[in-house]
Protein backbone atom coordinates (compact mmCIF):
# COMPACT_ATOMS: atom_id res chain seq x y z
CA UNK A 1 0.00 0.00 0.00
CA UNK A 2 1.71 3.46 -1.34
CA UNK A 3 1.11 6.56 0.62
CA UNK A 4 3.24 8.95 2.10
CA UNK A 5 4.93 9.72 5.76
CA UNK A 6 5.67 13.40 6.91
CA UNK A 7 5.77 15.10 10.20
CA UNK A 8 2.63 16.80 9.68
CA UNK A 9 -0.62 15.69 7.93
CA UNK A 10 -3.09 18.51 6.54
CA UNK A 11 -6.01 16.91 4.64
CA UNK A 12 -7.72 19.88 2.93
CA UNK A 13 -5.60 22.40 0.59
CA UNK A 14 -7.86 25.20 1.44
CA UNK A 15 -6.97 28.63 3.39
CA UNK A 16 -6.85 27.31 6.73
CA UNK A 17 -4.99 24.04 5.36
CA UNK A 18 -2.43 26.03 3.07
CA UNK A 19 -1.81 28.44 6.09
CA UNK A 20 -1.13 26.30 8.59
CA UNK A 21 1.35 24.47 6.13
CA UNK A 22 2.97 27.60 5.48
CA UNK A 23 3.85 28.22 9.32
CA UNK A 24 5.07 24.64 9.96
CA UNK A 25 7.38 23.84 6.61
CA UNK A 26 10.11 26.14 7.94
CA UNK A 27 10.34 23.30 10.77
CA UNK A 28 8.78 20.21 9.45
CA UNK A 29 7.87 18.57 6.37
CA UNK A 30 4.48 18.97 6.13
CA UNK A 31 2.02 16.55 3.06
CA UNK A 32 -1.68 18.32 2.42
CA UNK A 33 -3.89 15.86 0.89
CA UNK A 34 -6.79 17.51 -1.44
CA UNK A 35 -9.85 15.57 -1.92
CA UNK A 36 -9.77 16.75 -6.04
CA UNK A 37 -7.37 19.35 -7.63
CA UNK A 38 -5.54 21.83 -5.21
CA UNK A 39 -7.93 24.69 -5.75
CA UNK A 40 -11.52 22.89 -5.70
CA UNK A 41 -12.48 23.41 -1.91
CA UNK A 42 -14.90 26.34 -0.62
CA UNK A 43 -12.20 28.75 -0.14
CA UNK A 44 -11.82 29.94 -3.72
CA UNK A 45 -15.74 30.05 -4.44
CA UNK A 46 -15.48 32.76 -1.55
CA UNK A 47 -17.06 36.38 -3.46
CA UNK A 48 -17.39 38.75 -0.18
CA UNK A 49 -13.96 39.34 1.47
CA UNK A 50 -12.48 39.24 4.61
CA UNK A 51 -13.30 41.17 8.13
CA UNK A 52 -10.60 43.46 9.75
CA UNK A 53 -11.12 46.51 11.86
CA UNK A 54 -8.67 48.97 9.54
CA UNK A 55 -11.33 51.93 9.30
CA UNK A 56 -10.21 54.72 11.97
CA UNK A 57 -13.70 55.05 13.45
CA UNK A 58 -14.39 51.09 13.57
CA UNK A 59 -12.67 49.61 17.08
CA UNK A 60 -11.89 45.68 17.83
CA UNK A 61 -14.71 46.14 20.21
CA UNK A 62 -17.54 46.75 17.40
CA UNK A 63 -16.80 43.89 15.84
CA UNK A 64 -16.40 41.81 18.81
CA UNK A 65 -20.22 43.03 19.85
CA UNK A 66 -21.26 43.01 15.90
CA UNK A 67 -19.97 39.05 16.05
CA UNK A 68 -21.89 37.76 19.39
CA UNK A 69 -24.82 40.29 18.02
CA UNK A 70 -25.37 38.18 14.89
CA UNK A 71 -24.59 34.62 16.90
CA UNK A 72 -27.17 35.47 19.30
CA UNK A 73 -24.97 35.17 22.24
CA UNK A 74 -23.83 31.74 21.70
CA UNK A 75 -20.04 32.82 21.19
CA UNK A 76 -17.56 32.64 23.31
CA UNK A 77 -16.51 35.90 23.58
CA UNK A 78 -12.41 35.24 24.32
CA UNK A 79 -12.15 33.31 21.15
CA UNK A 80 -14.02 36.22 19.77
CA UNK A 81 -11.46 38.86 20.97
CA UNK A 82 -8.75 36.62 19.99
CA UNK A 83 -9.98 36.47 16.34
CA UNK A 84 -10.79 39.98 15.74
CA UNK A 85 -7.78 41.54 17.58
CA UNK A 86 -5.18 38.87 15.20
CA UNK A 87 -7.10 39.92 11.52
CA UNK A 88 -5.34 43.19 10.98
CA UNK A 89 -2.41 40.99 11.02
CA UNK A 90 -3.61 38.00 8.91
CA UNK A 91 -4.24 40.93 6.34
CA UNK A 92 -0.96 42.02 6.92
CA UNK A 93 0.54 38.82 5.86
CA UNK A 94 -1.69 37.93 3.30
CA UNK A 95 -0.20 41.53 1.44
CA UNK A 96 2.78 40.00 1.92
CA UNK A 97 1.95 37.16 0.16
CA UNK A 98 0.98 39.16 -3.29
CA UNK A 99 -2.63 38.88 -2.48
CA UNK A 100 -4.03 41.82 -4.70
CA UNK A 101 -7.05 44.38 -2.34
CA UNK A 102 -8.93 46.90 -3.70
CA UNK A 103 -7.59 49.75 -2.84
CA UNK A 104 -8.85 53.31 -2.67
CA UNK A 105 -6.24 55.73 -2.81
CA UNK A 106 -3.43 55.06 -0.37
CA UNK A 107 -5.67 52.87 1.88
CA UNK A 108 -7.25 49.42 1.03
CA UNK A 109 -11.15 49.66 0.15
CA UNK A 110 -13.57 48.25 2.48
CA UNK A 111 -17.23 47.34 2.05
CA UNK A 112 -19.51 46.85 4.53
CA UNK A 113 -21.84 43.58 5.06
CA UNK A 114 -25.08 42.71 6.70
CA UNK A 115 -24.50 42.60 10.44
CA UNK A 116 -21.68 44.56 10.51
CA UNK A 117 -21.66 48.44 12.31
CA UNK A 118 -18.55 49.77 9.62
CA UNK A 119 -16.86 49.09 7.05
CA UNK A 120 -14.78 46.93 7.29
CA UNK A 121 -14.42 44.32 4.98
CA UNK A 122 -11.21 44.04 2.68
CA UNK A 123 -11.69 42.63 -0.71
CA UNK A 124 -10.54 41.80 -4.05
CA UNK A 125 -13.44 42.73 -5.98
CA UNK A 126 -16.28 40.27 -6.01
CA UNK A 127 -13.63 37.38 -6.00
CA UNK A 128 -11.68 37.22 -2.68
CA UNK A 129 -11.12 33.60 -2.17
CA UNK A 130 -10.41 32.73 -5.62
CA UNK A 131 -7.00 35.15 -5.18
CA UNK A 132 -6.51 34.29 -1.94
CA UNK A 133 -6.30 30.49 -2.98
CA UNK A 134 -3.85 31.53 -5.58
CA UNK A 135 -1.93 33.35 -3.41
CA UNK A 136 -1.36 30.48 -0.95
CA UNK A 137 -1.41 27.78 -3.04
CA UNK A 138 1.68 29.44 -4.91
CA UNK A 139 3.67 29.68 -1.88
CA UNK A 140 3.17 26.43 -0.80
CA UNK A 141 4.53 25.04 -4.19
CA UNK A 142 7.75 27.02 -3.76
CA UNK A 143 8.16 25.87 -0.38
CA UNK A 144 10.69 22.55 -0.61
CA UNK A 145 8.69 21.12 2.71
CA UNK A 146 5.42 21.15 1.44
CA UNK A 147 4.15 18.13 -0.77
CA UNK A 148 0.59 18.86 -2.00
CA UNK A 149 -1.15 15.37 -3.44
CA UNK A 150 -4.36 15.99 -5.20
CA UNK A 151 -7.17 13.41 -5.79
CA UNK A 152 -7.28 11.80 -2.55
CA UNK A 153 -10.31 11.35 -0.69
CA UNK A 154 -9.95 10.70 2.82
CA UNK A 155 -12.05 7.49 4.17
CA UNK A 156 -11.33 8.07 8.01
CA UNK A 157 -8.90 8.81 10.51
CA UNK A 158 -5.99 6.30 11.19
CA UNK A 159 -6.12 5.81 14.67
CA UNK A 160 -5.03 3.48 17.82
CA UNK A 161 -7.40 0.83 16.42
CA UNK A 162 -5.23 0.37 13.50
CA UNK A 163 -2.23 -0.03 14.97
CA UNK A 164 -0.48 -3.79 14.28
CA UNK A 165 -0.41 -3.44 18.30
CA UNK A 166 -2.68 -2.50 19.52
CA UNK A 167 -1.54 0.27 22.38
CA UNK A 168 -5.58 1.40 23.03
CA UNK A 169 -4.04 4.99 23.32
CA UNK A 170 -6.83 7.12 21.55
CA UNK A 171 -4.18 8.31 19.27
CA UNK A 172 -4.47 9.57 15.38
CA UNK A 173 -1.50 8.70 13.36
CA UNK A 174 -2.92 9.51 9.82
CA UNK A 175 -5.82 8.87 7.48
CA UNK A 176 -6.71 6.48 4.90
CA UNK A 177 -7.61 7.93 1.60
CA UNK A 178 -8.68 6.48 -1.83
CA UNK A 179 -6.36 7.60 -4.79
CA UNK A 180 -9.11 8.92 -7.44
CA UNK A 181 -7.05 8.25 -10.58
CA UNK A 182 -5.98 4.77 -9.46
CA UNK A 183 -8.69 3.33 -7.31
CA UNK A 184 -6.30 2.21 -4.55
CA UNK A 185 -6.25 2.78 -1.21
CA UNK A 186 -3.49 4.81 0.32
CA UNK A 187 -2.02 5.19 3.98
CA UNK A 188 -0.73 8.74 4.80
CA UNK A 189 1.07 9.11 8.30
CA UNK A 190 2.08 11.51 10.24
CA UNK A 191 3.03 13.05 14.11
CA UNK A 192 0.40 15.22 13.82
CA UNK A 193 -2.38 15.61 11.73
CA UNK A 194 -4.96 18.44 10.74
CA UNK A 195 -8.51 18.44 9.74
CA UNK A 196 -9.53 21.53 6.82
CA UNK A 197 -11.54 20.02 5.17
CA UNK A 198 -14.28 22.10 5.10
CA UNK A 199 -18.06 22.26 5.96
CA UNK A 200 -21.15 20.15 5.24
CA UNK A 201 -23.09 22.13 2.59
CA UNK A 202 -23.76 19.14 0.29
CA UNK A 203 -26.08 17.66 2.69
CA UNK A 204 -28.74 20.09 1.25
CA UNK A 205 -30.19 20.45 -1.88
CA UNK A 206 -29.67 23.55 -2.24
CA UNK A 207 -26.34 24.53 -2.00
CA UNK A 208 -23.93 27.67 -2.57
CA UNK A 209 -20.58 25.37 -1.72
CA UNK A 210 -18.69 23.06 -4.20
CA UNK A 211 -19.39 19.79 -4.91
CA UNK A 212 -16.57 17.56 -2.33
CA UNK A 213 -18.38 19.92 0.67
CA UNK A 214 -19.16 16.51 2.55
CA UNK A 215 -18.65 16.81 5.88
CA UNK A 216 -15.87 14.42 5.34
CA UNK A 217 -13.77 15.97 8.36
CA UNK A 218 -16.66 16.40 10.77
CA UNK A 219 -17.63 12.44 10.13
CA UNK A 220 -14.01 10.87 10.39
CA UNK A 221 -13.39 12.85 13.52
CA UNK A 222 -16.77 11.51 14.66
CA UNK A 223 -16.40 8.34 14.01
CA UNK A 224 -12.61 8.24 15.46
CA UNK A 225 -14.28 9.53 19.04
CA UNK A 226 -13.94 13.66 18.85
CA UNK A 227 -17.13 15.59 20.16
CA UNK A 228 -18.99 17.98 17.91
CA UNK A 229 -21.09 20.80 18.43
CA UNK A 230 -23.33 23.55 17.31
CA UNK A 231 -24.32 21.29 14.44
CA UNK A 232 -28.03 22.57 13.96
CA UNK A 233 -26.87 25.90 13.18
CA UNK A 234 -26.60 25.52 9.38
CA UNK A 235 -26.22 28.65 7.75
CA UNK A 236 -28.63 29.70 4.77
CA UNK A 237 -27.09 32.40 2.44
CA UNK A 238 -30.23 34.80 1.44
CA UNK A 239 -29.23 35.43 -2.07
CA UNK A 240 -28.13 32.81 -4.25
CA UNK A 241 -29.34 32.85 -8.18
CA UNK A 242 -31.87 31.48 -9.09
CA UNK A 243 -31.78 29.88 -12.29
CA UNK A 244 -32.48 26.46 -13.59
CA UNK A 245 -29.21 26.04 -15.36
CA UNK A 246 -26.82 27.23 -12.56
CA UNK A 247 -28.17 25.81 -9.19
CA UNK A 248 -25.22 27.26 -6.35
CA UNK A 249 -24.17 30.76 -7.91
CA UNK A 250 -23.75 32.86 -4.89
CA UNK A 251 -24.57 36.39 -5.04
CA UNK A 252 -22.24 38.06 -2.83
CA UNK A 253 -23.50 39.80 0.79
CA UNK A 254 -22.07 42.68 -0.68
CA UNK A 255 -24.21 43.55 -3.48
CA UNK A 256 -26.78 44.38 -0.46
CA UNK A 257 -23.56 46.52 1.17
CA UNK A 258 -23.41 48.40 -1.50
CA UNK A 259 -27.02 49.21 -1.66
CA UNK A 260 -28.93 46.33 -3.20
CA UNK A 261 -32.39 46.04 -2.81
CA UNK A 262 -34.65 43.05 -1.86
CA UNK A 263 -38.19 43.31 -3.69
CA UNK A 264 -40.99 40.98 -3.52
CA UNK A 265 -41.86 40.48 -8.10
CA UNK A 266 -45.32 39.79 -7.16
CA UNK A 267 -46.51 43.16 -4.93
CA UNK A 268 -43.23 44.82 -6.10
CA UNK A 269 -42.86 46.15 -2.78
CA UNK A 270 -39.49 46.30 -0.70
CA UNK A 271 -39.97 43.80 2.04
CA UNK A 272 -37.28 44.04 4.60
CA UNK A 273 -38.88 47.18 6.44
CA UNK A 274 -41.68 44.93 7.77
CA UNK A 275 -39.27 42.37 9.32
CA UNK A 276 -35.86 44.52 10.69
CA UNK A 277 -34.85 48.12 11.27
CA UNK A 278 -31.39 47.40 9.70
CA UNK A 279 -33.13 46.29 5.98
CA UNK A 280 -30.70 44.34 3.60
CA UNK A 281 -28.13 44.99 6.27
CA UNK A 282 -29.69 42.28 8.55
CA UNK A 283 -27.88 39.32 9.60
CA UNK A 284 -27.93 36.46 7.57
CA UNK A 285 -30.47 34.26 9.22
CA UNK A 286 -33.22 37.39 9.60
CA UNK A 287 -33.15 38.04 5.90
CA UNK A 288 -33.33 34.63 4.50
CA UNK A 289 -36.43 33.53 6.54
CA UNK A 290 -37.89 37.06 5.56
CA UNK A 291 -37.36 35.59 1.97
CA UNK A 292 -38.47 32.24 2.76
CA UNK A 293 -41.22 33.96 4.02
CA UNK A 294 -42.53 36.26 1.38
CA UNK A 295 -42.05 32.54 -1.19
CA UNK A 296 -44.14 30.89 0.66
CA UNK A 297 -46.59 33.35 1.36
CA UNK A 298 -47.35 34.54 -1.90
CA UNK A 299 -46.28 31.01 -4.02
CA UNK A 300 -43.09 32.59 -5.41
CA UNK A 301 -39.89 30.78 -6.85
CA UNK A 302 -37.70 33.74 -5.66
CA UNK A 303 -37.67 37.14 -4.74
CA UNK A 304 -35.62 40.36 -6.63
CA UNK A 305 -32.60 41.50 -5.44
CA UNK A 306 -32.34 45.26 -7.50
CA UNK A 307 -29.31 47.38 -7.81
CA UNK A 308 -29.68 48.76 -11.15
CA UNK A 309 -30.02 52.02 -9.48
CA UNK A 310 -26.61 52.37 -8.83
CA UNK A 311 -24.72 54.07 -11.52
CA UNK A 312 -23.72 50.99 -14.10
CA UNK A 313 -19.38 51.57 -14.13
CA UNK A 314 -19.71 51.44 -10.38
CA UNK A 315 -22.02 47.90 -10.75
CA UNK A 316 -19.74 46.33 -13.24
CA UNK A 317 -16.54 48.04 -11.08
CA UNK A 318 -17.51 46.35 -7.52
CA UNK A 319 -18.81 43.15 -8.87
CA UNK A 320 -17.36 42.52 -12.19
CA UNK A 321 -16.87 38.41 -11.72
CA UNK A 322 -20.93 38.68 -11.01
CA UNK A 323 -22.12 40.89 -13.60
CA UNK A 324 -19.93 38.69 -16.47
CA UNK A 325 -21.93 35.73 -14.81
CA UNK A 326 -25.29 36.78 -15.16
CA UNK A 327 -24.41 39.00 -18.63
CA UNK A 328 -23.66 35.02 -19.92
CA UNK A 329 -27.61 33.66 -18.68
CA UNK A 330 -28.67 36.78 -19.91
CA UNK A 331 -29.43 39.12 -17.09
CA UNK A 332 -27.93 42.74 -16.99
CA UNK A 333 -27.94 43.83 -13.18
CA UNK A 334 -27.10 47.28 -13.71
CA UNK A 335 -30.75 46.96 -15.36
CA UNK A 336 -32.91 45.01 -14.25
CA UNK A 337 -33.03 42.81 -10.51
CA UNK A 338 -31.43 39.42 -10.09
CA UNK A 339 -34.11 36.49 -8.99
CA UNK A 340 -32.47 34.90 -5.84
CA UNK A 341 -33.17 32.19 -3.39
CA UNK A 342 -31.75 31.11 0.07
CA UNK A 343 -29.28 28.37 -0.22
CA UNK A 344 -27.21 26.64 2.55
CA UNK A 345 -24.07 28.31 2.75
CA UNK A 346 -22.24 27.79 5.71
CA UNK A 347 -21.27 24.98 8.45
CA UNK A 348 -21.64 26.92 11.60
CA UNK A 349 -20.63 24.19 13.91
CA UNK A 350 -18.38 20.98 13.81
CA UNK A 351 -15.61 19.40 15.57
CA UNK A 352 -14.96 20.97 19.19
CA UNK A 353 -11.76 22.30 19.31
CA UNK A 354 -9.63 24.88 22.24
CA UNK A 355 -8.07 27.86 20.73
CA UNK A 356 -4.98 26.28 19.51
CA UNK A 357 -7.08 24.15 17.05
CA UNK A 358 -6.59 20.78 19.15
CA UNK A 359 -9.72 18.03 19.19
CA UNK A 360 -10.44 15.52 22.04
CA UNK A 361 -7.87 13.32 20.26
CA UNK A 362 -4.01 13.18 20.55
CA UNK A 363 -2.09 14.49 17.82
CA UNK A 364 -5.51 15.25 15.55
CA UNK A 365 -6.09 19.25 15.25
CA UNK A 366 -8.70 21.34 13.32
CA UNK A 367 -9.31 24.79 11.72
CA UNK A 368 -12.05 25.85 9.66
CA UNK A 369 -15.25 25.22 8.49
CA UNK A 370 -15.16 21.78 9.68
CA UNK A 371 -14.82 22.88 13.21
CA UNK A 372 -16.69 24.67 16.21
CA UNK A 373 -14.10 27.17 17.35
CA UNK A 374 -16.54 29.59 19.50
CA UNK A 375 -16.07 32.09 17.02
CA UNK A 376 -19.66 31.72 14.93
CA UNK A 377 -22.01 30.90 17.74
CA UNK A 378 -25.91 30.20 16.60
CA UNK A 379 -25.48 32.70 12.99
CA UNK A 380 -21.52 33.06 11.28
CA UNK A 381 -20.92 37.17 10.65
CA UNK A 382 -20.64 37.70 7.19
CA UNK A 383 -16.79 37.63 6.30
CA UNK A 384 -15.18 36.09 9.44
CA UNK A 385 -15.38 32.71 7.77
CA UNK A 386 -11.70 33.08 5.61
CA UNK A 387 -10.44 35.43 8.40
CA UNK A 388 -11.22 32.26 10.83
CA UNK A 389 -9.45 29.97 8.37
CA UNK A 390 -6.04 32.58 8.53
CA UNK A 391 -6.06 32.36 12.49
CA UNK A 392 -6.67 29.02 13.40
CA UNK A 393 -4.55 27.95 10.73
CA UNK A 394 -1.61 29.90 12.12
CA UNK A 395 -3.09 29.21 15.87
CA UNK A 396 -2.83 25.43 14.59
CA UNK A 397 0.68 25.42 13.44
CA UNK A 398 1.90 27.74 16.75
CA UNK A 399 0.12 24.24 19.05
CA UNK A 400 2.16 21.82 17.24
CA UNK A 401 5.81 23.32 17.58
CA UNK A 402 4.82 23.96 20.82
CA UNK A 403 3.91 20.67 21.98
CA UNK A 404 5.97 18.68 19.07
CA UNK A 405 8.34 17.04 21.86
CA UNK A 406 5.16 15.28 23.07
CA UNK A 407 4.12 13.79 19.71
CA UNK A 408 5.28 10.75 19.30
CA UNK A 409 6.22 9.19 15.73
CA UNK A 410 3.78 6.56 14.23
CA UNK A 411 3.68 3.17 15.17
CA UNK A 412 3.23 0.16 12.57
CA UNK A 413 0.10 1.05 11.38
CA UNK A 414 -2.55 -2.22 9.20
CA UNK A 415 -2.46 -1.68 5.69
CA UNK A 416 -6.62 -1.27 4.23
CA UNK A 417 -7.76 -4.68 4.13
CA UNK A 418 -10.14 -5.55 0.83
CA UNK A 419 -9.69 -9.13 1.11
CA UNK A 420 -13.53 -9.59 1.75
CA UNK A 421 -14.96 -7.31 -0.84
CA UNK A 422 -16.10 -7.19 -4.49
CA UNK A 423 -16.77 -4.12 -6.63
CA UNK A 424 -19.89 -2.68 -6.72
CA UNK A 425 -22.66 -3.40 -9.31
CA UNK A 426 -24.94 -0.68 -7.85
CA UNK A 427 -23.71 2.98 -8.22
CA UNK A 428 -27.33 3.98 -9.04
CA UNK A 429 -28.28 3.06 -5.62
CA UNK A 430 -25.58 5.39 -4.49
CA UNK A 431 -26.89 8.23 -6.39
CA UNK A 432 -30.36 7.98 -5.39
CA UNK A 433 -29.67 7.90 -1.68
CA UNK A 434 -26.96 10.83 -1.96
CA UNK A 435 -30.65 12.48 -3.93
CA UNK A 436 -32.51 11.08 -1.08
CA UNK A 437 -30.84 12.32 1.52
CA UNK A 438 -30.34 16.51 0.52
CA UNK A 439 -33.86 16.36 -0.62
CA UNK A 440 -35.04 15.14 2.74
CA UNK A 441 -32.80 17.59 4.67
CA UNK A 442 -33.63 20.41 2.54
CA UNK A 443 -37.45 19.98 3.18
CA UNK A 444 -37.50 18.72 6.73
CA UNK A 445 -34.30 20.19 8.40
CA UNK A 446 -33.99 23.53 6.44
CA UNK A 447 -34.66 27.26 7.28
CA UNK A 448 -37.98 26.52 9.60
CA UNK A 449 -38.24 23.42 11.31
CA UNK A 450 -40.36 21.78 13.21
CA UNK A 451 -40.25 19.06 15.53
CA UNK A 452 -42.24 16.65 13.12
CA UNK A 453 -40.08 17.51 10.41
CA UNK A 454 -37.01 16.52 12.06
CA UNK A 455 -38.25 13.39 13.39
CA UNK A 456 -39.04 12.54 9.85
CA UNK A 457 -35.57 13.25 8.47
CA UNK A 458 -34.31 11.06 11.64
CA UNK A 459 -36.11 7.98 10.71
CA UNK A 460 -35.47 8.17 7.21
CA UNK A 461 -31.44 8.38 8.19
CA UNK A 462 -31.95 5.44 10.62
CA UNK A 463 -33.04 3.56 7.46
CA UNK A 464 -30.87 4.66 5.30
CA UNK A 465 -27.74 4.40 7.93
CA UNK A 466 -28.63 -0.20 7.71
CA UNK A 467 -28.39 0.43 4.34
CA UNK A 468 -25.06 2.26 3.49
CA UNK A 469 -23.44 0.20 6.35
CA UNK A 470 -24.22 -2.64 4.39
CA UNK A 471 -23.05 -1.27 1.07
CA UNK A 472 -19.59 -0.03 2.73
CA UNK A 473 -19.27 -3.63 4.30
CA UNK A 474 -19.60 -5.73 1.00
CA UNK A 475 -17.97 -3.77 -1.53
CA UNK A 476 -15.01 -1.41 -2.35
CA UNK A 477 -14.59 1.94 -1.67
CA UNK A 478 -15.09 4.55 -3.92
CA UNK A 479 -15.70 8.24 -3.91
CA UNK A 480 -19.34 8.07 -4.14
CA UNK A 481 -19.55 5.70 -1.72
CA UNK A 482 -17.28 7.84 0.80
CA UNK A 483 -19.42 11.20 0.40
CA UNK A 484 -22.77 9.19 0.65
CA UNK A 485 -21.40 7.66 4.31
CA UNK A 486 -20.17 11.47 5.40
CA UNK A 487 -23.12 12.91 4.57
CA UNK A 488 -25.29 10.53 5.93
CA UNK A 489 -23.56 10.83 9.26
CA UNK A 490 -23.22 14.45 9.12
CA UNK A 491 -27.25 14.70 8.25
CA UNK A 492 -27.55 12.40 11.73
CA UNK A 493 -25.91 14.55 13.97
CA UNK A 494 -27.55 18.03 12.40
CA UNK A 495 -30.87 16.21 12.89
CA UNK A 496 -29.76 15.05 16.79
CA UNK A 497 -28.82 18.54 17.53
CA UNK A 498 -31.69 20.28 16.24
CA UNK A 499 -33.54 17.60 17.99
CA UNK A 500 -31.76 18.68 21.69
CA UNK A 501 -32.25 22.54 21.20
CA UNK A 502 -36.17 23.29 22.66
CA UNK A 503 -35.38 27.14 21.46
CA UNK A 504 -35.38 29.06 18.79
CA UNK A 505 -31.45 30.77 18.84
CA UNK A 506 -30.10 32.36 15.46
CA UNK A 507 -29.96 30.02 12.63
CA UNK A 508 -32.11 27.37 14.48
CA UNK A 509 -35.71 28.36 14.19
CA UNK A 510 -38.16 25.90 14.86
CA UNK A 511 -42.10 26.46 15.10
CA UNK A 512 -42.48 24.64 18.49
CA UNK A 513 -39.96 26.31 20.32
CA UNK A 514 -40.62 29.93 18.75
CA UNK A 515 -38.84 31.91 22.19
CA UNK A 516 -34.93 32.34 22.51
CA UNK A 517 -33.85 30.84 26.42
CA UNK A 518 -32.50 33.86 28.88
CA UNK A 519 -29.17 31.30 28.74
CA UNK A 520 -27.45 30.03 25.66
CA UNK A 521 -25.70 26.97 25.89
CA UNK A 522 -24.04 24.82 23.18
CA UNK A 523 -25.26 21.90 21.85
CA UNK A 524 -22.86 18.93 22.26
CA UNK A 525 -22.45 15.59 21.52
CA UNK A 526 -20.44 12.70 22.23
CA UNK A 527 -19.71 9.66 20.18
Known amino acids: MSGSSSDVLIVGSGAAGLTAALNLADRFQVTVLAKGALNEGSTAWAQGGIAAVLEPGDTFENHVEDTIVAGAGLNDRDVVEFVVENAPAAIDRLLQLGVPFATEGNALHLTREGGHSHRRIVHVADATGWAVQEALQRAAERHPNITMIPDQVAI ?32 HTARATVLATGGAGRTYLFSTAPRGATGDGIAMAWRAGARVSNMEFMQFHPTCLYNLQVKNFLITEAVRGE ?11 RFMEDYDARLELAP ?14 DGLDHVHLDISHQPPEFVREHFPNIYEK ?8 TASPIPVVPAQHYTCGGIVIDRGGRTDLPGLFAAGECTQSGLHGANRLASNSLLECFVFGEAVAESIKGGWDDLAAPPAIRAWDESRVTDSDEEVVIKQNWTEIRRFMWNYVGIVRTTKRLQRAQNRIRMLTDEIADHYGHFRVTPDLIELRNLLQTADLIVRSALARHESRGLHYTLDYPDMLAEARDTILVP
Do not use: C, F
Open 156 to 187: DLATSRHEQRYSGAGHVWGVYAVDRKTGRVNL
Open 259 to 269: GGRLINPHTGK
Open 284 to 297: RDVVARAIDAEIKR
Open 326 to 333: LIGLGIDM
